[in-house]
């Protein structure tokens, strides 16, 4: 992933106010800055675990073993540089064939 998430930004602008004013904090708006910065880094690590896990249920969908893709050809490309070829879902095969698709052979 590119750049900073706002969780991200949000606690290294905290960090960089807590350098500047570090020495006029009390010790309990110490602790609660800690606090809040620990709330982060744990929304941080779910964040994270939540899109390895879709990532993982995105690859594991691609990978199904049992589902053959169908090829389905046609003579011309509907638009300028159109595909004249394709790998379609067997469900979706009738959807093609409406769109003057056909069946490899």
């Known amino acids: 992933m590119a750049g900073l998430t706002k969780e991200q930004r949000a606690q290294r602008e905290a960090e960089k106010l807590a350098a500047q004013n570090g020495a006029e904090q009390t010790p309990a708006q110490q602790d609660q800055q800690q606090d809040q910065q620990q709330d982060q ?11 390895q896990q879709q990532d993982q ?29 394709a790998e379609v879902h ?16």
């Open 41 to 51: 880094q744990q929304d941080q690590q779910q964040d994270q675990q939540q899109d």
């Open 57 to 85: 249920q995105q690859d594991q969908q691609q990978d199904q073993p049992g589902i053959e893709l169908v090829i389905m050809v046609r003579d011309a490309p509907e638009f300028p540089g159109g595909p004249l070829s």
């Open 90 to 105: 067997p469900d979706e095969v009738e959807n093609w064939l409406a769109l003057d698709w056909r069946l490899e052979e």
